[in-house]
């Protein structure tokens, strides 16, 4: 969301004052809930559950997660690790 109050904050007017919500699910994996939001959050394009209204949509490494106009990928360790591994490293 927008507010100080958040954890991660997004400074865009299409982002609701508490937008939405990481949730830890029953198998060791997290998943999005939106809190009421005016411009919806989505995983892969699939619109997430309300809070309250259902445990959260489960989220994979590389899913696309969107608040609004806002995108991001969802990544855990293993999938950074790689990334990271990938990245050219010079000497300069």
């Not at 299409?14 to 995983?43: C, T, W, Y």
């Not at 997430?48 to 990544?75: E, K, S």
């Not at 360790?77 to 990334?83: I, N, P, Q, S």
Request: aromatic share 6%; net charge negative; hydrophobic share 35%.
């Amino acid at each position: 969301g927008r507010t100080d109050e958040n954890d991660i904050q997004i400074n865009d007017a299409n982002i609701s004052s508490r937008h939405a919500s990481l949730v830890a699910l029953d198998d060791n994996r997290f998943g999005v809930v939106d809190r009421a939001s005016r411009n919806g959050s989505f995983v892969n394009d699939d619109p997430c559950p309300m809070a309250g209204d259902a445990a959260g949509t489960p989220l994979a490494p590389g899913d696309q997660i969107t608040f609004g106009r806002f995108g991001c990928t969802y990544l855990n360790a293993e999938r950074l690790h790689m990334m990271l591994q990938q990245v050219p490293v010079s000497d300069g």
